[in-house]
């Protein structure tokens, strides 16, 4: 669209009261699976309008725990769109779309599915916000830092590991989200900082650089803390 246009078009909005804010992000789910019963399950009991309004909302959710408060802070993202495939797995995501398995959705037999869907897109959500360190950073780190804002959004299902658990700080996931959790409870805002320094690359001594014990001595203080 050329820049006149754009501006009588906002122009007109505002008149008709409608907010056009800079760095506005538009939010759109789609059902392309809606002939598979996976796919007729989540039209029945999800849908796609609940779910847009959870990306919309699990981004608003995002900025507030990478405490990015403008939309310049944030990673440059117009539009983050949900399709709903026949694919296997649970769900991935590739740049700003998320793609949810209706696969997933009709064999779900653990809860309610709209709650799991919530979790999982708040998961994904992450996903296309966080910095992944130039595509430098552990990936194990990357997932925990998707299962914490699912864990503080209040969607962590009963079955993931309790605090303390697990092997290793970069087992990922759950293990990882809620070493994180530890992590931030020692300076609250401790994920929104790794998460910006993440932007241009990735090191370890990130962890150092914030909380002033490595990630290896961490890990033992968070274990021995849950002995
Ligand atoms: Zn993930």
């Known amino acids: 669209m050329r820049r006149g246009v754009v501006v009588a078009l906002a122009s007109l909005l505002a008149l008709a009261g409608v907010a056009v804010p800079a760095g ?6 789609t059902n392309a699976a809606s002939g598979t019963a996976g796919g007729k399950r989540f039209d029945r009991e999800v849908g796609t309008a609940y779910a847009r309004k959870v990306l919309s909302d699990a981004s608003s959710f995002c900025w507030k725990v990478f405490n ?6 944030r990673k440059p993202v117009a539009a983050v769109t949900l399709a709903v495939e026949d694919i296997d797995g649970v ?6 779309g998320i793609h949810l398995s209706a696969k997933y959705v009709g064999g779900y037999s653990a809860g309610a599915v709209k709650t799991e869907v919530t979790g999982v897109l708040y998961h994904e959500t992450t996903h296309v916000w966080q910095w992944d360190g130039q595509s430098q950073a552990n990936g194990g780190l990357i997932e925990g830092i998707a299962d914490y804002v699912r864990l503080k959004a209040g969607y962590a299902p009963d079955h993931w590991v309790k605090p303390g ?3 290793r700080w970069d087992q990922g996931y759950d293990v990882t989200a809620r070493f994180l959790e ?11 900082q790794l998460n910006a320094k993440m932007k ?9 650089q914030i909380l002033g014990k490595n990630v290896q001595q961490l890990w033992k203080n968070y274990k021995v803390k849950y002995a």
């Open 24 to 29: 506005a992000v538009t939010f759109s789910a």
């Open 165 to 167: 658990q697990g092997d």
């Open 91 to 96: 769900a991935f995501t590739s740049a700003n």
């Open 182 to 192: 530890y992590c931030d409870s020692l300076k609250p805002g401790f994920v929104a």
């Open 200 to 208: 241009d690359g990735y090191s370890d001594d990130f962890f150092a």
């Open 68 to 73: 990015q408060r403008s939309s310049g802070s």
